[in-house]
Every structure is written in structure tokens, then in C-alpha cells.
């Protein structure tokens, strides 16, 4: 466990290696919890450009678009604090477990009336909102289990590895939907979809890795302070904490501005490349891919110096390619414009992450990961209803444009604040 392992070299005492890689995976546990999630994710991936193609088939609607992301996020607002508290109050594995068995209830219930065409727009709606509802509670706890997962010097490997491997599934999920989409309907999608994340529910009753004493002890300490009062106290604790705080406002302006691009792919396949589902599958695979490389570039890296540097470089690298996405046309320059991006995204996630892992107390780390949360979907579901709304208004490229250019100039009016809490932060490493 990370909290017996103080005596052990911290980051820095790792040398920058790929085979940090392989180390990781010989520590117990890792193997089979990273390969479960990612089974799930690549069905995540999957359900989302099955989502959004049955959405735009449906309505023909970029705001419908913007609509169904808003109603699979928005959730976040609320429940991803909430599940934060809930993560610092029990323990994280038991959190997980308890809402992915609500998650496969959801991906049952969408898949059963989409067969018996009995699937609206508007229970689609409904059933999207749950599943996101019971993934925003679960959120907190996947991101805090890998600080009990893996000793403390290995989180600067094991946080962008985490990160491959969802970028490996949506390399995988995209692609395969893309094909079976256009092979067998919506529907095979969604019934595949439903047995990966069943997978990774068996994965997370079968892994024995229960709490040590410490972690009881912090637990029910936790469970002594009522819920409204944790959530309070969270938000306090991000308020005042200058480094916690920076680090969210970046990530809140990425959600806001750069995030949508991804629910918006099937209008950006269709606007802007003339494709159909397979062109959607491959341009969010291309994201994946260049996740992958950027992933085990960082994840070889092995350590947490420079990070902030690194993580404001390639946000506004970002912004940039952004902008790019929105005045090419032609199919090839969008692969290699996506892939870039996707190598962006990796280094902005794993960053950050592994900067507030540094920087969180540790019985504050469920409610900060909580935060996160609220501010990755929630900032996400509000991004993309507003670029889906003023596609609709003016243009898809004018709207993408936009969302660009106020993250860039965002970017540059924190990036001193950010800077300096960055700095301190690497100096707790």
C-alpha cells in the first residue's frame, strides 16, 4: 500500500525507462485491474459513437447532439462531488463495484428497447443520464484506488499508463463501432458494449485488495462528518489551496473549450469530411492513437519535475490544432490533426492527474478526485451544449474555432498562477 511505502524513493528515484512499463505490470493487482478497465472502456467508447450516430440519425441535430453529451455529464455537477465524499467515507474498490452493477442494469435496459424498437429520443435520454449518473459517482473512486493500487514512486508511471489504456480503447471502440455500425446496425454495438462492461464488473467483485488499517481509521473519520459538511469542506479545502486550485481551473477550461470535440464527432465527420459511421469510428480512433504514443512517451518519462511546463506547452499546442481541425477538409490532414491532438489530450490528462495525486492531502483525495470529476463532465456537458448550439447558429467550424481561441487566451492569462503552483507542487514530489 502507497501510505507504507514512505521509505521507498519517490518519483524522481525512478529512472526515465519504457521498461518502468513492464515493472508496473509484475506489481500485484495491476495487470488484472488495467486490463479489466479497459475492456469497459473500449465498450465506453463503443456506446459513445453508437450514442451519438443513433442521435444524429434520429434528429439530424448537432444541438441533439450537444443535448444527449449534456444529459450523460451534467449529472457530474452533483453526483461527482457526492461520489467523492462517498469515496473518502468507504472504500474506493466497494464504491466502484456497487455502481457498475448499476451501469450494466442502464446498458441492459437501452439495449432491450432498442431491440424491441421501442427506444425514443427522448428515453434514450433518461437511460444515458442514469448511466452517466451512476459513472459520475464511480469516477472519484477510480481515480483515487490507484494511490492504494500501486506504492507512491509509481504513480508517475501508473497514472499515464491508467490513461493508455483508455486511449487504447478508444483506438479499439471507435473502430469497431464504426464497423459493426456499419455491419450490423446500432443495435450489435450496444449488445457488445453491455458485455465488456459486464467483464469488468466480474474483474471488480474477483480482485481481493481490501483496506489496511490506516485506511479504516481515515474511513471512519470520514464517516463521523456529514455529507453536505464533507462536500463544504472539499470545496474549502480547493478554495485555499492555491496549488489544488490552479490545476482545476486549467482542467475546467480544457473541459469547457477543447473537450467537446470529441461528442461532436459524428457532425464534424459528416460537416466537415462528408463521411459516415466508419469515418466517425477512425477519426476518434486517430485520438486514440495518438494517446497511445503520447501516453508511453510520458508514462517512460517516469517522473513528476517539469510537469506543469509540459502540461501548459501542450494545451496550447491544443488549442492550435483545434483551430487546424476546423479549416481542413480533406480526410487525411483530419487523421493526422486528431492524432496530434490525442497525444495532447494524454499529456494534459496524465498531468494533471499526477499533479494533484502530489498535491491532495490524503483524506482530502476522494472529494479533490470528485472535483475533478465535476469539473472534466460537468465543464464538458456545458462545452458541448454551447459549441453543438452555435454549430446550429453559424457553422461548425465557426463554433469549434471559437471555443479555441477562449481557451487559448484563458491559457495565457493563468498560465503564471499556474506556473508557480505547478512548481510547488513538484517540489512535494
Known sequence: MPDAEDDQPVGSHLKPSFSNLFGLFALPHVGLFYGGRTLAAIGVWMEQLATGWLVWEMTGSATWLGVITFLRL??????????????????????????????????????????????????????????????????????????????????????????????????????????????????????????????????????????????????????????????????????????????????????VCARPLIPLMPAIAVVLFGGGPQTVGLLTACIGAGAIVGGLWLASRSRVEGMAQLLLLFMIVLMTLVIALALVRWTPAGFVILFAIGACMIVRASGTQTLLQFAVDNQMRGRVMGYYGLFLKGGSAVGALLVGALADLTTLPTALMTAAVLGGAGLVAMSRSFLAAGRKVEALE
Open 74 to 255: 451534467a449529472p457530474s455537477i452533483i453526483l461527482g462531488p457526492i461520489g467523492g465524499v462517498l469515496a473518502d467515507r468507504m472504500w474506493p474498490l466497494d464504491l466502484m463495484r456497487l455502481c457498475k452493477v448499476a451501469v450494466v442494469s442502464g446498458f441492459f435496459l437501452l439495449t432491450l428497447l432498442l431491440a424491441l424498437d421501442l427506444l425514443t429520443i427522448w428515453s434514450l435520454g433518461v437511460l444515458i443520464a442514469f448511466i452517466g449518473s451512476a459513472q459520475s459517482l464511480a469516477n472519484p473512486a477510480n481515480k483515487a484506488f490507484v494511490w492504494h493500487l500501486v506504492p507512491k514512486h509509481w504513480l508517475p508511471v501508473a497514472i499515464p499508463v491508467g490513461s493508455i489504456t483508455f486511449n487504447l480503447a478508444a483506438f479499439v471502440g471507435p473502430a469497431a463501432a464504426g464497423a459493426l455500425i456499419a455491419w450490423q446496425g446500432v443495435l450489435t454495438a450496444y449488445v457488445v458494449t453491455l458485455c465488456l462492461q459486464a467483464v469488468f464488473l466480474a474483474v471488480l467483485l474477483r480482485l481481493k485488495l481490501p483496506p489496511n488499517g490506516e485506511d479504516n481509521h481515515r474511513i471512519a473519520d470520514a464517516g463521523q462528518i456529514g455529507l453536505s459538511r464533507s462536500l463544504v469542506d472539499g470545496a474549502r479545502y480547493i478554495a485555499h489551496d492555491a496549488s489544488v486550485r490552479a490545476v482545476l481551473v486549467l482542467h475546467l477550461l480544457f473541459a
